[in-house]
């Protein structure tokens, strides 16, 4: 590497609190919005599609668009594009406005989120030693400061947009101080724009759309569930989130010493097991300190899941790691992509804890294919 080595880890370590944070802090107003914008669950659901489907339609180019301009330009430019979309979101007049809003903020955070893991991986692989874990634990503190920060402001009556600025202003500025640490490449030249996953970084794709469709569902649908069917107050409705990503937070620091201690499989199982018992202890005990500690379990058990399998990602030779790392990386926000979605339209059919506890049955799935995904 060219550039400072510690410059070049503390760029990554910001974009991956700016990525949570701008993921986030927008997550405690879904409640506020919904209202404003009369939505039931379905409708909620449907344009909550957008946000997926932005990230999804950029997302497998990103890898390639990294390795022709390197990570530096990429992540800027598609940071800048997310800084645009919250605003328009947070003060969205109409269900159309807010749909389009929410589309740009996936493309935005997709193409950010793929070409970060690129960085993450180069940077790891020069360093010697393991550090995804510690990366991807920068992404929860952002996630606990945005969630955090919006959660308390609204507490305060700050009205939304105001919120948001405090909040999204600094964040976006840290990242464009660092933009030296920034990779000015990205991945091997000469690779084709997008190939699509093969052998197992397919499996290892689909084991990161369970775990994205679980993270998005505490993201959009815990405060919904919290006030909507335990009675929370709605300005206090993204405790739930802040719990998950605090737990999710403390996981990753120690991520790295966890998945020494425990290796990868028993890391990816034990996680698995505690994210669904998360998930069904939110979904079938009809109190909201209960469910609030069923997301504090899920945040614990999916802490370090994403990370080892974006690590085993960039170790397999079955693909360039720049293009598994946007296949894998799509497949994960396709769980964004059609997850809301689904609990909205499950939840109107049947009830939200309902469809809650399906999502914690459908991560017992990264249990089972812990040895394929982790191997050699």
Same mark, same amino acid.
């Given at each position: 590497?060219?550039?400072?080595?510690?410059?070049?880890?503390?760029?990554?370590?910001?974009?991956?609190?700016?990525?949570?944070?701008?993921?986030?802090?927008?997550?405690? !107003?879904?409640?506020? %919005?919904?209202?404003?914008?009369?939505?039931?669950? *379905?409708?909620?659901? /449907? +344009? $909550?599609?957008?946000? =997926?489907?932005?990230?999804?339609?950029?997302?497998?180019?990103?890898?390639?668009?990294?390795?022709?301009?390197?990570?530096?330009?990429?992540?800027?430019?598609?940071?800048?594009?997310?800084?645009?979309?919250?605003?328009?979101?947070?003060?969205?007049?109409?269900?159309?406005?807010?749909?389009?809003?929410?589309?740009?903020?996936?493309?935005?955070?997709?193409?950010?989120?793929?070409?970060?893991?690129?960085?993450?991986?180069?940077?790891?692989?020069?360093?010697?030693?393991?550090?995804?874990?510690?990366?991807?634990?920068?992404?929860?503190?952002?996630?606990?400061?945005?969630?955090?920060?919006?959660?308390?402001?609204?507490?305060?009556?700050?009205?939304?947009?105001?919120? !948001?600025?405090?909040? %999204?202003?600094?964040?976006?500025?840290?990242?464009? *101080?660092?933009?030296? /640490? +920034? $990779?000015?490449?990205? =991945?091997?030249?000469?690779?084709?724009?997008?190939?699509?996953?093969?052998?197992?970084?397919?499996?290892?794709?689909?084991?990161?759309?369970?775990?994205?469709?679980?993270?998005?569902?505490?993201?959009?649908?815990?405060?919904?569930?919290?006030?909507?069917?335990?009675?929370?107050?709605?300005?206090?409705?993204?405790?739930?989130?802040?719990?998950?990503?605090?737990?999710?937070?403390?996981?990753?620091?120690?991520?790295?010493?966890?998945?020494?201690?425990?290796?990868?499989?028993?890391?990816?199982?034990?996680?698995?097991?505690?994210?669904?018992?998360?998930?069904?202890?939110?979904?079938?005990?009809?109190?909201?300190?209960?469910?609030?500690?069923?997301?504090?379990?899920?945040?614990?058990?999916?802490?370090?899941?994403?990370?080892?399998?974006?690590? *085993?990602?960039?170790?397999?030779?079955?693909?360039?790691?720049?293009?598994?790392?946007?296949?894998?990386?799509?497949?994960?926000?396709?769980?964004?992509?059609?997850?809301?979605?689904?609990?909205?339209?499950?939840?109107?059919?049947?009830?939200?804890?309902?469809?809650?506890?399906?999502?914690?049955?459908?991560?017992?799935?990264?249990?089972?294919?812990?040895?394929?995904?982790?191997?050699?």
């Amino acid at each position: 590497m060219q550039d400072d080595p510690k410059r070049q880890h503390f760029a990554t370590r910001v974009v991956f609190f700016f990525a949570g944070l701008a993921l986030a802090c927008w997550a405690p !107003l879904i409640p506020t %919005l919904r209202q404003n914008l009369r939505l039931d669950d *379905a409708q909620l659901g /449907g +344009l $909550l599609l957008c946000l =997926g489907l932005g990230s999804v339609t950029t997302m497998l180019f990103s890898g390639g668009l990294a390795a022709r301009f390197g990570c530096r330009r990429v992540i800027l430019t598609a940071g800048a594009l997310a800084s645009v979309a919250l605003p328009l979101i947070v003060s969205a007049p109409s269900p159309v406005v807010f749909g389009i809003s929410l589309f740009l903020l996936g493309a935005g955070i997709g193409t950010v989120d793929v070409v970060m893991n690129i960085q993450a991986i180069i940077v790891e692989r020069a360093s010697g030693r393991s550090m995804m874990s510690g990366f991807h634990a920068l992404f929860s503190v952002g996630g606990v400061a945005g969630a955090g920060a919006m959660t308390g402001l609204l507490a305060l009556k700050v009205a939304p947009l105001p919120a !948001l600025l405090a909040i %999204l202003v600094p964040a976006a500025g840290m990242v464009a *101080a660092s933009w030296r /640490g +920034l $990779l000015p490449y990205g =991945g091997e030249t000469g690779t084709p724009v997008v190939a699509l996953p093969r052998g197992r970084v397919l499996v290892i794709g689909a084991m990161c759309f369970v775990m994205f469709l679980a993270e998005a569902s505490v993201a959009d649908w815990s405060g919904i569930l919290l006030h909507e069917s335990r009675g929370l107050e709605k300005s206090l409705a993204g405790i739930g989130y802040v719990a998950f990503s605090l737990t999710m937070t403390l996981g990753r620091f120690a991520g790295d010493r966890v998945v020494e201690a425990l290796g990868a499989v028993r890391t990816l199982v034990f996680g698995g097991l505690a994210t669904a018992t998360g998930f069904a202890v939110a979904a079938l005990v009809p109190s909201w300190p209960v469910a609030v500690a069923g997301y504090l379990l899920v945040g614990a058990g999916a802490a370090n899941v994403v990370p080892v399998l974006f690590s *085993a990602a960039g170790r397999q030779s079955a693909m360039p790691s720049n293009l598994a790392m946007a296949g894998v990386t799509t497949m994960g926000y396709a769980g964004i992509l059609v997850g809301p979605a689904l609990i909205g339209f499950f939840a109107r059919a049947t009830s939200l804890p309902t469809a809650t506890l399906g999502v914690g049955l459908l991560t017992l799935a990264v249990v089972a294919t812990a040895k394929l995904t982790t191997k050699s």
